[in-house]
């Protein structure tokens, strides 16, 4: 098999178990945040949610990493699948007896599932050329469309299931989540051979290669190169922007008891945005570089902030349309950012600044996930939009400094 074609049967098992995952994790996303609510009695708690389950992605992308290195790609991401569907058990468990931490610990082991998810994105340009490494990685976060708009319009029977059941309906999705990540697991257990991380790290007499800088050490490197460091921030902060307005925006929605459909709709419009039009954003950083896509991305977030933060909750369509230009500006900063990462780092580091890269973006959408809660709380929605605004303005200010 030559490498070309080994490389196309990558994408294409890469894209089937992407949308599998997407159909697990982005389900959960208005469910987790709804039913810390519910179980809480706080809003300001809601985002609790969204957050455990991002900084579950962050800290499980350093050992995904570390399993790379050691077995490949298809050990790291069965991993990660399988941590998901414990944890999807553990949220149905939690929310059913309406205990908080059980709840959360599910949520921050469905995050693992997500790590997964980011990491295939990297995955997909391990056999790459220079010409077609944004392709590529732009095709697989292409993948996941189908199943993350599919995910949150699952919510209205994911929940007729579980009340089928005498459980709580918001536990639903937990179910699909469940379902959908074993699915992935097997897809990529039958399908994903040979590896393609091993193929590409064999030495000229056939050896893998077996040097690996470790996670501290990349992040110094990054810090040494002003674009690496750039590339990482951009990826941090539209995540970041990102997590912050779109895990609080079903709670905004519910102040006027909008129904779980419409809810799920507005997501679905939201993931599109994110996924739909990803290959378009990989031609076009191709084209026009990866910084200006960036600064576009920046553009379209500050527009997205705008329109969703003088929206008043029961507008469901221009808070459709405000999601929707979020997940596109979070894909512009996401696909050219990571792939300017991997430009601008040395090839010994790549693995590691990908796993360093991971961290630093889900921990960013952690951060922004638990404030988002308090800001809700404290002020309003519309406040935790201006501060979004403020921090992704600040991003694009960078950007006019990158040469």
């Avoid at 050329?129 to 732009?138: D, F, H, P």
């Avoid at 699915?183 to 690996?212: C, W």
């Avoid at 553009?299 to 003088?310: E, N, P, R, W, Y």
């Avoid at 404030?371 to 992704?392: Q, T």
Wanted: charged share 10%; hydrophobic share 55%; aromatic share 8%.
């Amino acid at each position: 098999m030559t490498q070309e074609v080994l490389q196309q049967k990558t994408i294409r098992t890469f894209s089937a178990a992407q949308i599998l995952n997407g159909v697990g994790t982005s389900g959960t996303v208005a469910a987790g945040s709804l039913l810390v609510t519910s179980i809480s009695k706080s809003e300001s708690l809601a985002g609790l949610a969204q957050t455990t389950t991002v900084l579950g992605a962050a800290m499980m992308a350093l050992p995904l990493a570390k399993l790379t290195q050691m077995g490949g790609r298809r050990l790291s991401l069965m991993s990660g699948f399988i941590v998901g569907v414990v944890g999807a058990i553990l949220a149905i468990l939690g929310g059913t007896h309406k205990i908080l931490f059980l709840m959360l610990a599910g949520a921050f082991m469905v995050g693992a599932a997500s790590a997964s998810g980011y990491q295939a994105r990297f995955a997909a340009i391990d056999l790459a050329t220079n010409e077609s490494r944004s392709k590529n990685l732009s095709f697989v976060v292409w993948g996941s469309t189908v199943g993350a708009v599919a995910g949150p319009n699952l919510m209205q029977p994911a929940g007729d299931f579980a009340h089928f059941l005498h459980l709580p309906r918001l536990v639903g999705p937990y179910f699909i989540a469940a379902t959908s990540l074993t699915l992935a697991t097997i897809v990529i257990f039958f399908f994903l051979k040979p590896d393609p991380y091993l193929i590409a790290n064999l030495s000229s007499d056939g050896v893998t290669q077996k040097k690996h800088e470790t996670t501290k050490a990349a992040l110094k490197h990054i810090r040494k190169i002003p674009h690496a460091l750039f590339a990482v921030s951009a990826i941090g902060v539209g995540h970041l922007a990102m997590v912050s307005i779109m895990v609080m925006t079903p709670v905004h929605m519910s102040h006027v008891d909008v129904a779980l459909s419409v809810i799920g709709l507005v997501i679905s419009v939201h993931v599109l945005g994110m996924y739909a039009f990803s290959p378009i954003v990989g031609a076009l950083s191709d084209k026009l570089g990866r910084v200006r896509v960036i600064q576009i991305g920046v553009v379209i977030l500050l527009a997205a902030a705008t329109v969703a933060g003088f929206t008043p909750a029961m507008d469901s369509v221009p808070l459709g349309l405000a999601l929707f230009l979020l997940g596109l500006g979070w894909s512009c900063t996401m696909i050219a950012g990571s792939t300017f990462l991997s430009e601008s780092v040395s090839v010994e580091m790549k693995p590691s600044s990908q796993g360093a890269s991971d961290l630093v973006m889900n921990l960013m959408g952690a951060v922004g996930g638990a404030a988002s809660g308090l800001i809700i709380g404290a002020f309003s929605y519309g406040w935790l939009c201006i501060f979004v605004g403020i921090l992704v303005f600040a991003l694009g200010a960078w950007s006019l400094k990158i040469k």
